[in-house]
């Protein structure tokens, strides 16, 4: 079982993967301020139960941590210890969040946590995946998150890393169907540097996962527009995941 817990909500813009953030999109529609951060009423949820006492989250399920924020947020220290005392308390389930703020990673991650480094380009791969490659972490995963540009990430694969899953830009269904994308607006995904990702990761034996294209996808030298609602199960057709081989 997948479950979303976002125990605080609100981010600031990092850097150039943030420029079309999907939070601030969705905030914008409600008129919230998606630049100051909460608490959410979740704070508690892996450790709340039901009248019977029984956890409401089920063991072994899957808790996709901080979705719609960042998890090394500044904003949010205060708060984050009591976040992984939950998540050792919790050790009956996997917990897994994003971060591009890797450099603000300075305690002890319990190996029950998944850490998504994430990087749009290659100036960000250079800078945040050696600092990734440092730290004391069971499951790593690279998240290339818009991916934005041809990257080489080969030379930070390794038997560390779990998995590297690509995604393009989502942008939003409403400016699709209008046709009221501009280069400006969402950035386009080249078919052609997934599949060399995707090579570099079969050459080094770690796991790949194409799991969305975004609103603007290139293949063949031809540009698709591509609503939200399809963009997974776009990318899932091309059938090109990756599962490294056992030892």
Not at 210 to 220: C, E, L, M, V, Y
Not at 229 to 244: E, L, P, R, W
Request: proline share 3%; with cysteine.
């Amino acid at each position: 079982m997948e479950v979303t817990w976002n125990p605080w909500h609100g981010c600031t813009k990092y850097s150039e993967g943030c420029r079309n953030c999907y939070v601030y999109r969705q905030d914008e529609m409600f008129g919230r301020d998606s630049t100051i951060c909460k608490k959410t009423n979740d704070f508690n949820l892996p450790i709340k139960k039901d009248r019977r006492g029984n956890y409401k989250i089920p063991s072994g399920s899957l808790i996709m941590t901080c979705f719609s924020s960042d998890f090394l947020l500044s904003e949010a220290d205060s708060w984050r210890d009591e976040c992984l005392e939950m998540m050792k308390t919790r050790s009956d389930c996997m917990f897994y969040f994003f971060t591009k703020r890797i450099e603000r990673l300075n305690f002890s991650v319990p190996d029950n946590v998944i850490v998504g480094c994430t990087c749009e380009n290659q100036k960000m791969a250079d800078y945040r995946l050696p600092i990734f490659k440092k730290l004391n972490i069971k499951y790593k995963t690279i998240i290339l998150a818009p991916m934005l540009e041809k990257m080489d990430i080969s030379k930070y694969l390794g038997s560390d890393i779990y998995e590297v899953n690509v995604s393009g830009e989502s942008g939003s269904s409403q400016q699709i169907r209008a046709q009221q994308i501009r280069a400006q607006q969402v950035r386009a995904l080249n078919y052609d540097w997934v599949l060399d990702i995707r090579n570099q990761c079969i050459k080094a034996n770690v796991n790949f996962g194409f799991h969305q294209t975004g609103a603007r996808f290139i293949k063949d030298g031809k540009e698709y527009r591509i609503e939200r609602k399809y963009q997974i199960s776009q990318a899932k057709k091309a059938n090109i995941d990756f599962t490294c081989k056992m030892p």
